[in-house]
Structure formats: C-alpha cells, structure tokens
C-alpha cells in the first residue's frame, strides 16, 4: 500500500511541474538584449526578447528589467503580445524580429511589418510605458513611398508622399486623430493594431 501510495504521489508531482513548464512556456533562446536608462534613473536598465523554440509558433516574449540601487534586476513588464510569432498559422509570417534601442530615456522597437518599415516608441510614465509615437515608410511597390508620423500624445498625424530617390513632396496630409488611453506595451500588439500606419 505504501509503494502505491508513494507511486501516486510521485505521478501527481510529474504532472503538476510538467503542466508548470507549459504555463510558463520555454523562452530559452535570446534573441535580442539591449541596455539603457528607461525609467529615468540614471541606472541602466535591459530589455530581453526570447523564443520559445519548442511551441510551434515559435512566440517571443519581450521582458524589461529595472536595474535597481542594490544592483539586482526586478521584472517590470513581460509579454508576448507584442512581437508576432514567427510561424503564427503554421506558416512563416514573413516579417522580420524586431530590433530595438533605448534612447533619451525610451524604448524603440524598430520592425518590418508587411511593407511598412515601422519604429514604435515607448515612454515609461505613471507605471507604464505608453505608446508615444509611430513612425512608418511604405513603399508602394512602383515608384512612391509614403513616410508616416504619428503622435499619439497630440493626435498629430503628417504623411508625406514622395517619388522613389526624391526629396521632392507630392503629397502632404496633416490630421488630427486622438486616442485615448494610450496603449500599453503589455497590451499592445504591433500586428493586430488598428495603428499601424
């Protein structure tokens, strides 16, 4: 009765800690680390993109650190909204792993999204980091592209066509669209969003 019981427990405790690896999934290889002052601080702060290579979609998760004053790292956001997975349906989606870069106390994520060359930029503020700004090129595939400014924080939105290789503007549109709240960098989802330019 004791080996059976001892046999019991030991498959409930297999089953329990396997079932604990699939929640928190196998985001074991980097992709990208990058180091930076985010929260205004003056101490150096990091981002960090994994895939989970053994999920077939291979999903990526982005994770930013706070570096704190004792020299250890706390877990401020994680997520894996963000970036699309590189095989969302089984198929390759096509679009590349975003970079990013910390700059002047923000977060960029530098991405090519289907023919948009696109840079988000992030502000931690309230306890959050906001979408601040979009910024996009397209090409059309002839002979145009249309450069995108996007500011969230005045709703301004200038887009700018030019002929391929000229400085010289065809078209100039300036509109003013609000939203409101800005979106988080834990919700948002570049390849879902009805922001993308």
Request: proline share 4%; aromatic share 10%.
């Amino acid at each position: 009765m004791k080996k059976i019981f001892l046999l019991i427990f030991a498959l409930v405790q297999i089953s329990i800690y396997l079932h604990a690896q699939k929640l928190k999934g196998n985001f074991t290889y980097p992709v990208r680390t990058e180091k930076g002052d985010l929260n205004s601080d003056g101490l150096t702060d990091k981002i960090i993109v994994t895939m989970d290579t053994i999920n077939k979609t291979q999903p990526l998760r982005l994770q930013i650190f706070f570096l704190k004053p004792n020299g250890k790292y706390l877990l401020n956001v994680s997520t894996e909204k963000l970036i699309e997975p590189q095989y969302p349906n089984g198929k390759y989606c096509g679009n590349q792993i975003p970079n990013f870069d910390i700059k002047d106390n923000c977060l960029y994520m530098i991405s090519e999204v289907k023919e948009n060359h696109l840079i988000h930029k992030f502000k931690f503020n309230n306890g959050n980091f906001e979408l601040q700004n979009i910024s996009s090129v397209a090409w059309d595939g002839k002979n145009l592209t249309t450069e995108t400014e996007f500011n969230l924080l005045t709703g301004k939105r200038i887009e700018i066509t030019k002929a391929l290789g000229s400085e010289k503007i065809l078209k100039k549109t300036i509109k003013k669209n609000i939203v409101k709240p800005l979106q988080k960098i834990n919700t948002f989802s570049v390849f879902n969003s009805k922001l993308n330019l």
